[in-house]
């Protein structure tokens, strides 16, 4: 009687004991660069690329159009508001200004994001950040999905209504520079977890995204060539020139995919450890919503 | 009898976590009774749910970026080409101009593709350098055993391509004039 009980206590303590004290499985890891300080700025010790898009309004119009060269540019010319022809991203705007004055029609909805007042400038800067009543750090997107669920409309994390939502909102912070702090608490947690997975290689390919944002960046891979990834996460969710709105964990999904790995779900911790990771290397850059790139 | 059942109940549901928690990651986008398991999401326009779609390849079967992928990533492999090399050129050529096979000209530059990568040096030419079969042959097995920080996919330890298609690589690299 007694004894399956007793054995059964016994496996699930193994179990638990074996998953505490189990360590990280083997992994290659592409050696880290300087992330001491992290902003936008850091470039200058990467790629260098900073100096070529740093002042958006001085963009070089010839390296813009070059195939060879375009690549320097970290596609900021297809920002707002120095880009203002009539794209994807410029109408999902106009659906997620829609949406959003559907959910939030009695307030709750911008105050539930953070919003004091109603008063949505600004309000983009404050992500990624921690959320004591969930116990974990979320992205905006994330919250989005939250917050419109208790308006009764499902938003799922990446849906294109989402992320048309996303836009509207971080637009009111369009020009003010990107500033979280990642030296305390479960942010800088996040963003060393963040650091490390960026640097992790997986997959059939074995690859890590610092393969092609660090070892390949630069280099053309068959039509594509990898940018820098400082200064990127100011202009997501943008609107790919293939016709996709998608926001910073789709395109992980696809960028996983296009290196050979397992794409994770969307909002999971080690995506929202990412973006943390790449938010913080856009410090000091501006929110340019909304935004173009192939 | 009752506490028996509850009992081994239990502990069958203790091994089922445990199978699962050595086998996938429950956080992956995964759908284990789709044709190819791994899926990807798609934004639909003015829709608030993603559309999900299966990739073109079952890509579970390696580490991912899970926290709880508790799956160690293969070590580097030496290997040794043994007989004679037997390598179809003509077919080699098949799987490295194939971005769902090789993929070779993702990275590096190949007779007679206009869009050749520069990840990796250029293939052009490559039969006057002179290299041995079985350096080609570990090069596309596993370039980690010749250096370490490598960061070409190791074709032959992660189970990509089969030794014949390797050798068939081999074939096809040592006829680029």
């Known amino acids: ?294 | 009898m009752n506490k028996k059942t509850i009992g081994l109940a239990a502990l069958a549901l203790v091994a089922g976590t445990a199978v699962q928690a050595a086998d996938l990651p429950s956080n992956i986008l995964y759908d284990a009774n789709s044709e190819k398991k791994t899926l990807w999401p798609q934004p639909v326009v003015n829709s608030g749910v993603l559309k999900y779609n299966e990739h073109r390849q079952d890509l579970s079967r390696w580490p991912t970026l899970s926290y709880e992928d508790k799956r160690p990533t293969r070590k580097a492999e030496t290997v040794e080409l043994k007989g004679d090399l037997n390598g179809d050129a003509k077919r080699g050529k098949e799987i490295a101009m194939n971005t769902q096979r090789g993929n070779c000209w993702a990275c590096h530059v190949l007779p007679g593709d206009p869009q050749g990568g520069t990840g990796g040096p250029t293939l052009v030419g490559f039969k006057h350098r002179g290299y041995p079969d079985s350096y080609v042959y570990q090069t596309i097995w596993d370039r980690r055993a010749i250096n370490p920080g490598a960061i070409m996919p190791p074709y032959g330890t992660n189970g990509v391509l089969p030794e014949q298609d390797i050798r068939d690589l081999v074939a096809f690299l040592q006829s680029l004039d």
């Open chain 1, 1 to 294: 009687m007694r004894k399956p009980i007793i054995l059964a206590s016994l496996a699930l303590a193994a179990i638990a004991g074996g998953a505490a004290a189990a360590e990280k499985p083997y992994r290659d890891m592409i050696p880290y660069i300087d992330y001491s300080n992290p902003a936008a700025s850091g470039d200058a010790k990467h790629t260098n690329t900073y100096q070529y898009w740093k002042d958006r309004d001085k963009l070089d119009p010839a390296r813009v159009t070059s195939g060879q060269l375009n690549w320097t540019t970290n596609w900021k010319f297809m920002d707002a508001p120095y880009n203002d022809t009539l794209h994807g991203g410029y109408v999902a705007q106009d659906r997620g200004e829609e949406l959003f004055k559907r959910l939030n029609a009695t307030g709750a909805f911008a105050a539930c994001l953070g919003a004091r007042n109603n008063d949505l400038k600004g309000l983009r800067l404050q992500y990624p950040q921690f959320r004591e009543d969930m116990n974990r750090v979320v992205g905006m997107e994330a919250m989005i999905e939250q917050c419109a669920e208790k308006q009764g409309m499902k938003l799922e994390n990446g849906s294109y209504d989402n992320s048309a939502v996303s836009i509207y909102i971080g637009a009111f912070s369009n020009g003010m520079p990107i500033k979280i702090d990642v030296s305390k608490g479960p942010l800088k947690e996040s963003f060393e977890h963040g650091k490390e997975l960026f640097h992790t290689r997986v997959g059939w390919t074995n690859f890590a995204c610092a393969t092609c944002h660090v070892n390949l960046v630069g280099k053309s891979l068959r039509g594509q060539t990898p940018t820098t990834h400082f200064g990127d996460a100011s202009h997501w969710p943008t609107y790919r020139t293939k016709d996709e709105l998608q926001s910073l964990h789709v395109r992980f999904t696809e960028c996983n995919r296009n290196a050979g790995t397992q794409p994770l779900k969307i909002g999971s911790q080690e995506y929202t450890d990412i973006e943390v990771f790449l938010t913080a290397l856009t410090n000091g850059y501006p929110v340019s919503l909304p935004s173009a790139r192939d």
